[in-house]
């Protein structure tokens, strides 16, 4: 397993970009998909995006389609979510997880996880 810290998150309004950051732990990161997942309050957990080990494979939810970015840089052990076009309903909890398989990131299912950062888009 790997050990994920987020960070970045932040109020902003409608409209805004944020960049999320997460910081991995672990020499086997590399091997690892990445991705964000999202819970808002009284909602069930939602996948965001994904990438694969060497990131030449990106998956997004179709809410995000176009908006966000995910990216990894394997040399700093690090995932970043790149959000543009902000909206209230991004309002969340957003975390970062990790598995060796991203169809479980996808899934929803991941082994790690991190402890969240909170997102809030003001209308």
């Known amino acids: 397993q790997v050990q994920l810290v987020e960070s970045g998150g932040g109020l902003v309004q409608a409209g805004d970009s944020l960049r999320l950051s997460c910081a991995a732990s672990?020499?086997?990161?590399?091997?690892?998909?990445v991705g964000w997942v999202r819970q808002a309050p009284g909602k069930e957990r939602e996948f965001v995006a994904a990438m694969s080990p060497v990131g030449n494979r990106s998956y997004y939810t179709d809410s995000v389609k176009g908006r966000f970015t995910i990216s990894r840089d394997n040399a700093k052990n690090a995932v970043y979510l790149q959000m543009y076009s902000l909206k209230p309903e991004d309002t969340a909890t957003y975390y970062c997880?990790?598995?060796?398989?991203?169809?479980?990131?996808?899934?929803?299912?991941?082994?790690?996880w991190g402890q969240g950062t909170q997102v809030t888009v003001s209308s």
């Open positions: 672990g020499r086997t990161f590399s091997s690892y998909a």
């Open positions: 997880a990790a598995d060796s398989a991203v169809s479980r990131l996808i899934r929803n299912l991941p082994n790690s």
